[in-house]
């Protein structure tokens, strides 16, 4: 069963930094086309990054150069680094299996300024 669940959400301040974790199930995440996804209050859901069986990531203008997202075979397990992280990118953050579409249940990411 595929599966997948975020971690690493938190209560942070504006400039600060957080690493989110999404652990893998039922199938390698290296071998699929993983994404990032997130939330605010009120608003659309909207893509963030993705990261490529081959490596290749893409990311979302509003968060070029301040995120990185990898991932650790050996663990099955995507990464999140978010840097100089700004109020508006409070959201509860999702990761993706993009080819089954399969979701975790989320993490929250807040940005007080």
């Known amino acids: 069963q595929v599966q997948l669940v975020e971690s690493g959400g938190d209560l942070v301040r504006s400039g600060g930094s957080l690493r989110l974790t999404c652990a893998g199930s039922?199938?390698?995440?290296?071998?699929?086309?993983m994404t990032w996804h997130r939330q605010a209050p009120g608003k659309a859901r909207e893509w963030v990054a993705t990261?490529?069986?081959?490596?290749?990531?893409f990311y979302a203008d509003s968060v070029q150069g301040r995120f990185t997202t990898s991932r650790d075979d050996a663990k099955n397990t995507l990464y999140l680094q978010m840097n100089s992280l700004k109020p508006e990118d409070t959201a509860v953050y999702y990761c993706?299996?993009?080819?089954?579409?399969?979701w975790g249940p989320g993490t929250q990411v807040t940005v007080s300024s």
């Open positions: 993706q299996n993009f080819e089954s579409k399969t």
């Open positions: 990261l490529a069986p081959g490596g290749a990531t």
């Open positions: 039922g199938f390698p995440v290296s071998d699929v086309i």
